[in-house]
């Protein structure tokens, strides 16, 4: 078992930035595939963004390609989304998730290849 909790969301103004963090405890971090997913009212879970388990590739939804960085510290268990130029349309709960490695961004896209979830943290930006 792997728990994983978010924390960092709050209310922002639009072109600001929030920095999410999950921290993860149980089964070893370092095995797993980290993904940042969303979910705004009456629309479904997305993708965010994804980092594998070394941390040498990541992959991001278009439309926050420049804009959101994610990275993790293996050694303290941790993974990040530092978000920059935030946008009225980012407004959701976001989530981070464990997946077991494996091949591609299409892979780490898919909600359905993630084992663990967090509860979740609430972004608001205001314009």
């Known amino acids: 078992q792997v728990q994983l909790v978010e924390s960092g969301g709050g209310l922002v103004q639009a072109g600001g930035s929030l920095r999410l963090s999950c921290t993860a405890s149980?089964?070893?971090?370092?095995?797993?595939?980290m993904g940042w997913f969303r979910q705004a009212p009456g629309k479904e879970r997305e993708f965010v963004a994804a980092?594998?388990?070394?941390?040498?590739?990541?992959y991001y939804k278009d439309s926050v390609k420049g804009r959101f960085t994610i990275s993790r510290d293996n050694a303290k268990n941790t993974v990040y989304l530092q978000m920059n130029s935030l946008k009225p349309e980012d407004t959701a709960v976001y989530y981070c998730?464990?997946?077991?490695?494996?091949?591609?961004?299409?892979?780490?896209?898919?909600?359905?290849?993630?084992?663990?979830w967090g509860q979740g943290t609430q972004v608001t930006v205001s314009s």
């Open positions: 149980g089964r070893a971090f370092s095995r797993y595939g």
């Open positions: 998730a464990a997946a077991d490695p494996g091949m591609g961004g299409s892979y780490y896209q898919k909600t359905q290849n993630y084992d663990y």
């Open positions: 980092v594998t388990l070394n941390g040498f590739s990541t």
